[in-house]
């Protein structure tokens, strides 16, 4: 069965600081991939998808994505924490041969020092 | 504006009360779906519809039901509601070709059953 692991449950970062949030697939064809964000009390937003087409994905609020097909991975960064990235994120796959299903990890709270 | 919307945003009710949460989404998508969000899971699917009349279980999808009879709306019903389905739960909606595409998320409805 596809899963999503996000390594980590909890990352906290200092204002200013590399942000990398860590998510690995299963799946022998490369599913669609995606990063979700959910702010305190709030629907997810999404902040970016790789839908086969580049492997350096770019989304909102400055963060990026890489696609590697040989790590099965799809990690999600930002060169420069804000204050405002403090978060639940979530890294989710669409997979090749399932039709509408959607499968999501377990998400990762981002903390923001000063 | 392009939105999801869910009645109620919070419900307390107690064991075996029929209860139905509703969804709308007003971008004439084909693709609607339905999750619960509990602490440390992550996102859990329970139903999806990929059009009018055509829905399929998720992860997740005992003591739920489901019905599309209508593009815009998929309601969620609880026939006998159990403490165990006490969660946050989540519709989602997504134009499709076939793959789920991005997912626009209703505000979510705090669930607590007594």
């Known amino acids: 069965a596809q899963s999503v692991t996000q390594l980590g449950s909890h990352v906290s970062v200092s204002e200013g600081a590399l942000v990398l949030l860590r998510c690995n697939y299963s799946s022998s064809v490369p599913p669609y991939l995606f990063w979700y964000v959910q702010y305190p009390n709030q629907g997810l937003q999404l902040l970016l998808k790789?839908?086969?087409?580049?492997?350096l994905v770019k989304g909102i609020n400055g963060f990026e994505a890489e696609f590697k097909k040989s790590e099965t991975s799809f990690h999600l960064t930002k060169p420069s924490a804000h204050m405002s990235d403090a978060a639940e994120y979530f890294c989710a796959v669409s997979p090749y041969n399932q039709g509408g299903k959607l499968i999501f990890g377990q998400g990762t709270e981002l903390s923001v020092k000063p | 504006e392009a939105q999801v919307t869910q009645n109620p945003r919070y419900l307390i009710t107690v064991t075996g009360k029929k209860l139905t949460v509703t969804c709308s989404q007003n971008?004439?998508?084909?693709?609607m779906s339905w999750y619960r969000q509990d602490p440390g899971l992550g996102l859990r699917q329970i139903y999806y519809?990929?059009?009018?009349?055509?829905?399929d279980k998720g992860d997740v999808p005992e003591g739920y039901k489901v019905s599309r009879k209508e593009k815009r709306n998929f309601p969620l019903i609880l026939e006998s509601p159990s403490p165990n389905q006490t969660s946050l739960y989540f519709c989602a909606s997504s134009s499709t070709s076939g793959r789920v595409e991005t997912q626009y998320f209703g505000p979510g409805t705090r669930l607590l059953v007594l």
């Open positions: 971008m004439n998508h084909e693709y």
């Open positions: 790789y839908t086969s087409a580049a492997t």
């Open positions: 519809s990929m059009n009018v009349e055509v829905t």
